[in-house]
């Protein structure tokens, strides 16, 4: 097979009425598509698509997480239309990076849902992207007209795959039918472990993102296979909904970023895992962001007497770039992590020492495979490393993207690239590494792109945000960096403070730059630093150095005004399990008491995690209406209680200290990220018994109006407080900020879960 074309065609005669994908509900009711139901949705597509679009031509699809993705995926490619996944914005809410891509790529249409359609409400938040053709797939009738298949070649372009980050220069990867099928039987070849005759997968990861599209949707279709899928949402939530799809389904394959599977051990119980049985998992893929050895470890203790079997695990490294998977084992083995000294890689030296507080370890991401080369290369003199020499990772192979759309310039210097003695060309990937007997391990970034939890975000994108804040800071004086903890990488913002605005409320700027960058960026921020005027270390001719300033926070060295640092309190706060009762949150208060706020290390990030901490107090029983009505007395004593206790929530997650004030205060001034609002969201289902979905926050963005709000709907009393900005639904709306891939909920389906 050549083509993705080719490839459906083929698995829809031979497997007409097997499975392809079931979708699940965060209720768990099941959405079916059959091979043969998928084709056919293709064809209706293609032959709407083709009654407008001509081949080569872009289409646009914006869709909330589900089935409708997947059809309109494929009808573009049965049309030889270019499908461009975005993800799906935030409902009436401006689209600044849907509105960059669409700038870029000049779609001919945007493919979505009906039902998106009137929730988006383009015309009134992006008039720009209201002008361009809209259509609703999901509400086209058969067409009398007969699908005429595109003469689509192996090296055609397939789709353009917009990598996550800068919103004001977004970079579309062309990736064409053959580094699709090349990558596809890379990846299938590097899980091969024998064994495997269950083609069944089941994934959470996003559609628009490369691992959500490549492993969760064509991958499983090359090969006839079976998906099961589920939103971002449903596994942010309650991160045992993943692992009791893989053990409902018997899924064989399923994978995510390192961040998942720390998330999994953090926030399940041995109670929890009571009934999982995941001697099914064959192949537990992770990649997307740096592997820790000691979240692998952690995971496999934590779920052996589920029956994982800690072999399946398949460390791998791969980027848009290369379509996806670059280097991977030839199938799965127990990780053995290699133990260097820290002080040695700073200096691009690989030394290897006894695991200890000055070693740093490393996991195996395997090695090329089907043909393809890395090396590892000088980046400033191209010359080729030798084994254990640090440098630049550079690939070679039909995996290799062809380049960024329109952007020759950045495709040459990107993706043909030579090496010193003439060999190439090369893809530059901008991270560090090393190869040990063609091995590949990787240590860094030499490029500044920030990664928290699989996303990429483009640090002049923060620290714009940042020196936009607030008066007192300096423009172009700043830099945006992550570090590692023990809890993955976390965001720290540095930026000079006017000498002008020597008298400023410094802990007003510092609420005001977590704030900005949390509404802009959904990234909590690890620790922000002003420092002195003209203190920000700079090159010669002026550009900020945030490499060297990453180090001189981390060896504490930076010129402090003032900071402040993330108590490890609101990182590591458990849930609790016990019905009805959200405590177990872990509150900030003693930890602050505790913590050096003036010791700009990444040790103050991650304090010590045994020290004593208070737990919140436990929130008051429901209101017993058996047999009686409500008055508004009880619904307003309710309400303050829920008030309190969520006051106590966002001091211990946000990190700022109790006051009066914070009863009025946006939700956006906590600098919680949606992460940490999809826990406080679970906390309050789980306490007061009702769903929360889609966007509460906006609608009620103080805690007195939220609390307001939560104590009429479970008391039943007459409500008094008027929904923000938005008209009312009939739901109680979802909390905050969703990360990027859980933005591809779907509402729809939300929403019919609530009106159970």
């Not at 698995?11 to 091979?35: H, I």
């Not at 720009?128 to 007969?146: F, G, H, I, P, Y």
């Not at 005001?512 to 630093?529: E, F, I, N, Y």
């Amino acid at each position: 097979m050549d083509t993705l074309i080719e490839m459906l065609e083929v698995n829809a005669a031979a497997n007409s009425d097997r499975r392809a994908f079931t979708f699940l509900s965060e209720s768990g009711e099941e959405s079916v598509m059959t091979y043969h139901h998928l084709h056919s949705a293709a064809v209706r597509i293609a032959t709407e698509l083709s009654s407008f679009a001509q081949p080569g031509d872009r289409a646009l699809l914006v869709y909330p997480t589900g089935l409708d993705f997947v059809a309109a995926f494929f009808g573009c490619i049965y049309a030889g239309v270019l499908p461009v996944p975005a993800t799906y914005p935030r409902p009436r809410r401006p689209m600044p990076r849907l509105s960059s891509i669409a700038n870029d790529c000049h779609p001919s249409v945007v493919l979505t849902t009906n039902a998106s359609l009137q929730l988006l409400d383009v015309k009134s938040v992006a008039p720009e992207l209201a002008k361009l053709r809209w259509l609703a797939t999901d509400k086209l009738e058969e067409s009398s007209k007969t699908w005429l298949r595109p003469a689509t070649k192996a090296d055609d372009l397939a789709f353009l795959q917009y990598t996550s980050g800068s919103t004001s220069q977004p970079k579309g990867v062309m990736v064409s039918h053959r580094n699709l099928i090349h990558n596809i039987a890379m990846i299938r070849h590097g899980n091969d472990v024998g064994e495997i005759t269950n083609r069944t997968g089941a994934f959470w990861l996003p559609a628009y993102h490369d691992m959500g599209l490549i492993c969760g949707i064509l991958g499983v279709v090359s090969e006839g296979g079976h998906s099961v899928l589920m939103s971002p949402t449903s596994f942010l939530q309650r991160p045992i909904r993943w692992l009791q799809m893989i053990s409902k389904y018997r899924a064989a394959v399923s994978g995510a970023p390192n961040f998942a599977y720390d998330y999994c051990v953090r926030k399940t119980t041995p109670r929890d895992r009571e009934g999982l049985d995941l001697s099914c998992w064959k192949v537990a893929f992770c990649s997307g962001e740096p592997v820790r050895s000691e979240t692998l470890t952690q995971f496999g203790d934590a779920f052996a007497p589920a029956h994982f079997d800690a072999s399946a695990f398949y460390p791998c490294y791969g980027l848009a770039e290369a379509t996806l998977m670059a280097a991977g084992n030839v199938g799965p083995s127990i990780p053995t992590p290699k133990h260097v000294s820290r002080n040695a890689l700073v200096e691009h030296r690989v030394e290897e020492i006894a695991e200890s507080q000055a070693s740093q370890s490393l996991v195996d991401c395997g090695q090329a495979l089907l043909g393809q080369e890395i090396v590892v290369v000088d980046p400033e003199s191209h010359t080729a490393l030798a084994d254990n020499c640090v440098g630049e990772i550079w690939i070679q192979g039909e995996s290799v993207a062809k380049g960024y759309w329109r952007r020759p310039e950045d495709t040459a210097e990107i993706f043909q690239a030579t090496t010193a003695d003439g060999r190439g060309p090369f893809l530059r990937t901008g991270d560090l590494g090393f190869l040990t007997d063609g091995r590949l391990f990787v240590t860094g970034r030499i490029k500044d792109v920030v990664i928290i939890r699989g996303q990429n975000h483009y640090p002049q994108d923060i620290e714009a945000t940042v020196e936009n804040s607030h008066e007192a800071l300096m423009f172009g004086a700043g830099a945006a960096f992550a570090v590692d903890s023990a809890f993955g990488e976390r965001l720290v913002v540095v930026n000079e403070i006017d000498r002008h605005h020597k008298n400023a409320d410094l802990d007003e700027v510092i609420a005001c730059v977590r704030t900005s960058v949390t509404q802009a960026h959904d990234l909590k921020v690890g620790a922000v630093v002003l420092i002195r005027q003209a203190s920000l270390p700079r090159t010669t001719s002026g550009k900020q150095q945030r490499n060297l300033c990453r180090q001189m926070f981390e060896s504490g060295d930076l010129k402090s005004v003032q900071q402040w640092l993330l108590p490890i309190a609101s990182e590591n706060a458990p849930q609790t399990v016990s019905q009805n009762t959200p405590g177990g949150v872990t509150d900030s208060s003693e930890a602050q008491d505790t913590a050096d706020v003036n010791a700009t290390t990444p040790s103050a990030i991650e304090t010590d995690r045994e020290r004593p901490a208070k737990t919140l107090r436990r929130p008051p029983p429901l209101p017993n209406r058996a047999g009686k009505s409500m008055d508004e007395g009880d619904v307003q004593r309710f309400a303050d209680q829920i008030q309190a206790w969520l006051i106590d929530w966002l001091v211990a997650r946000g990190g700022v200290s109790p006051s009066d004030s914070l009863r009025n205060r946006p939700f956006a001034d906590f600098g919680i990220d949606s992460l940490a609002a999809v826990e406080l969201t679970q906390e309050l289902e789980d306490w007061l018994g009702v769903q929360i979905s889609a966007v509460i926050a906006w609608r009620y963005p103080t805690p007195e109006t939220l609390s307001q709000f939560l104590a009429q709907e479970v008391c039943g009393g007459e409500r008094t407080v008027e929904a923000t900005a938005v008209p009312r639904r009939r739901t109680i709306d979802n909390f905050s900020r969703i990360l990027a891939e859980v933005q591809a909920t779907s509402d729809e389906d939300a929403t019919r879960q609530l009106r159970r």
